[in-house]
């Protein structure tokens, strides 16, 4: 019995004084830094930046960790009720350390191995392992993190209150999917704010806190109402409901609104152009302040342009239009020239990159097509097949006057095309055509000048021909008819009378990149430019003639709300175009969509808002184009894929009007179903004075009279443009006739 005595004596001496020398070691630092009450009390989440619009709607976040932190005050009471059922029926009744559950922990989990005894983790030793992880590795770590975690838990309990730690827990909790905290997770489940949970929602956000992924209600569905019921039994058990309560809950099924505004958000190509310019802005503020902000890590609230309602509005008409389109294209190249054809371009691509050996290497990838984006194993060469034929477009959205960015999709899908296609540089057809008659317009040539319609042939570069998209030869156009109808041999014409120099001086004051070259394909727009870039341009014929800058933030703030940035959007400068010219293109261009190219705005999309706009269709319908405009709004979409040589073969599927236009047609008709989305963007045209509506007043087109047909007996039909007036001066009219040249 004595010998029995010593050995308990001795047992119990050891597991006494064992705890107190290891929670010595720990507290002096010797497995790691131990932080200070005043460290804890400074702590600070990476909390993720929330992208609102323009009235304030979510968009989207910017984050290393995706979280919002919330106060106490904004849980409901049936949450907090849950979290403490399940994970720690006694908080409010021990300071951090539950020695209840220690004993515990000790003997069945440490001693003898007992995996399935609970952990024993009070929810603020919990918060001590959130906040700073566990790094100890080796035979002893779980003994060692367990006693840091109850030091740093007596510890957050003398530094904040009981309501506070909870918060804070929840704050720092992760739930799966790269979802940190309790708003996040209720945003990404349901859809909605903590504030706004349910009983049985709460339940299943509780439920996931046990293990992430087993539990995940997207999916493992069945696991994850099983884990509730456990959180409602818990809650019964507790006397946080009662039986009734509990027992009607567990028969409900798991109802989610799912969204992930990472990965499907309404506008991704819009918010990562917008993280890119806040991190210049807080470069520029932290230079002249001093004071450093993270986008990622501290919680900022941008404020964007976006019009939120016109967003999603261009989304769906992406998705109606381009669906039945790719249809169309898939169908055009399933015939036997055609998948011959595809075959040839994908092993020409694939030899351009160092995918070729590994071109029939079958592996999961993440797969775009209308219906939905799915994970699917196929080659690499089947994968690029399907890419090379899929069609891309881009739509910007701007008010014309500040520069304020409406609208901005920027592809088809972010995540499998990250390519941003309004800022992709193409062709611009005959959207170019605004740009030049302008120039010439600036230069005196009248609206009724009348420009030849003959057939002509262009050597000297290279032999070439402009012909017009209707094959028609023949008579005169007026300046005015040969834009709104877009021809083509009168708008060569054009060129050769309009100072290149001058030209290149207003492209460039515009805002284009693309150098231009003095050729003749120029003239009927083999220039590049963006979506970006025109609609810059387009903006200078709806605001008067002036240069806008776009623009896409209104304010940046801290969490707490501080100022750290204001947008004052100073009213545009530099004027590039005279009010009279201004006013001639808008008139020329608003007949354009009554009666040419773009008239089936109206016609078959119904639009009734006054607009001026132009389409464009790139050699061989390479690259669809239509630009549009009215005060209020300017708006550009662009379509193509991603080689001009996967195409339509003809105008039917492939213009500006077919392929293009619709775009901006479907967008503006469902504008027209909201009145406030009327009042913003349905701008309406000053009448044009009386002396400029006369210079208007000219027929189209007209034939030749005689002594014009007479001319043209001596007219040749072929000009060597290195000779042509492009390049001298005009030929006199005797000169003209007898074929003399200095």
């Given at each position: ?9 001795t047992v119990a001496g050891i597991s006494v004084i064992i705890p107190l020398i290891l929670v010595l070691i720990v507290s002096i ?631 293009a236009l619709p775009l901006v047609g479907l967008t503006l008709k469902n504008v027209q179903r909201s009145p406030e989305l009327m ?64």
């Open positions: 019995m004595k010998k029995l005595g010593i050995k308990i004596i630092g010797a497995f790691g830094i131990l932080q200070s009450k005043k460290e804890l009390q400074n702590y600070k989440n990476a909390v993720a930046s929330v992208v609102l619009s323009e009235n304030g709607e979510l968009i989207g976040k910017i984050f290393t960790e995706n979280r919002t932190n919330i106060t106490y005050d904004q849980l409901p009471k049936h949450l907090v009720n849950a979290l403490i059922a399940t994970e720690d029926a006694r908080y409010f009744k021990h300071k951090g350390i539950d020695s209840r559950s220690l004993v515990r922990v000790f003997f069945k989990t440490i001693l003898f191995r007992n995996k399935n005894s609970g952990g024993g983790s009070t929810i603020t030793e919990q918060l001590a392992k959130n906040m700073f992880g566990r790094k100890n590795r080796g035979p002893f770590a779980l003994l060692i993190n367990k006693t840091k975690e109850a030091l740093l838990a007596r510890r957050l309990e003398k530094v904040f209150t009981k309501e506070e730690i909870i918060a804070l827990y929840l704050n720092t909790v992760p739930f799966g999917e790269n979802v940190y905290g309790i708003d996040a997770a209720s945003r990404r489940y349901f859809n909605k704010t903590t504030g706004k949970l349910k009983i049985e929602e709460s339940a299943v956000l509780i439920g996931i806190l046990k293990a992430n992924n087993l539990y995940n209600p997207r999916l493992y569905p069945k696991n994850a109402r099983n884990r509730r019921n456990i959180v409602l039994g818990q809650m019964k058990k507790y006397g946080y409901l009662k039986p009734s309560e509990a027992d009607s809950l567990s028969k409900l099924p798991i109802v989610l609104d799912y969204l992930n505004l990472e990965s499907e958000g309404p506008a991704d190509y819009f918010l990562y152009q917008v993280k890119n310019e806040v991190n210049t802005i807080l470069e520029e503020v932290f230079a002249s302040t001093g004071k450093k902000w993270n986008v990622e890590e501290d919680g900022l609230i941008i404020t964007t342009t976006l019009n939120l309602p016109l967003q999603k509005l261009a989304n769906q008409s992406f998705h109606d239009h381009l669906s039945a389109m790719q249809k169309k294209m898939d169908t055009q190249y399933e015939t036997t020239s055609g998948r011959k054809f595809i075959a040839r371009l994908t092993e020409n691509e694939l030899k351009k990159t160092n995918l070729a050996e590994k071109a029939h290497e079958v592996k999961p990838r993440l797969i775009f097509n209308w219906q939905g984006t799915s994970m699917d194993s196929v080659s690499v060469i089947d994968s690029m097949k399907s890419s090379l034929m899929m069609l891309h477009a881009g739509l910007l959205a701007m008010n014309p006057v500040s520069g304020e960015i409406k609208a901005w999709v920027g592809g088809i899908d972010f995540k499998t095309h990250p390519y941003d296609q309004v800022l992709a540089r193409r062709q611009t057809g005959s959207t170019f055509k605004p740009i030049l008659y302008a120039e010439a317009l600036e230069e005196g040539i009248k609206p009724c000048n009348y420009l030849d319609n003959d057939s002509i042939v262009v050597s000297g570069l290279v032999d070439w021909s402009p012909r017009n998209f209707d094959h028609t030869v023949g008579g005169k156009y007026s300046l005015t008819g040969a834009l709104v109808h877009s021809m083509n041999i009168p708008t060569f014409n054009l060129f050769l009378r309009v100072d290149f120099n001058r030209l290149d001086s207003l492209w460039k004051r515009l805002g284009f990149s693309f150098p231009l070259v003095n050729n003749p394909s120029m003239a009927l727009g083999t220039a590049e430019a963006s979506v970006a870039e025109l609609a810059v341009a387009y903006a200078a014929f709806s605001n008067g003639g002036y240069r806008v800058t776009p623009q896409k933030l209104i304010s940046i703030k801290s969490a707490d709300g501080q100022v750290i940035w204001q947008n004052k959007f100073n009213a545009p400068k530099l004027r590039v175009l005279s009010s009279r010219t201004i006013m001639l293109i808008s008139a020329i261009l608003q007949k354009a969509v009554r009666e040419g190219t773009g008239s089936p705005l109206a016609s078959v999309y119904g639009v009734t808002i006054p607009m001026a706009g132009k389409t464009g269709t790139s050699q061989d319908y390479g690259d669809a184009w239509f630009a549009a405009y009215n005060p209020k709004l300017v708006i550009v979409s662009r379509v193509g894929a991603s080689l001009t040589s996967v195409h339509f073969r003809s105008g039917s599927n492939g213009s500006g009007s077919a392929l009042g913003e963007f349905a701008g309406y045209f000053a009448l044009l004075p009386s002396e400029l509506q006369n210079e208007l007043g000219c027929p189209d087109f007209r034939e030749k009279n005689v002594i014009e047909n007479f001319m043209g007996i001596f007219k040749k039909n072929k000009i060597d443009y290195n000779n042509s007036s492009r390049k001298q001066k005009k030929n006199s009219f005797f000169r003209r006739i007898f074929g003399k040249n200095k």
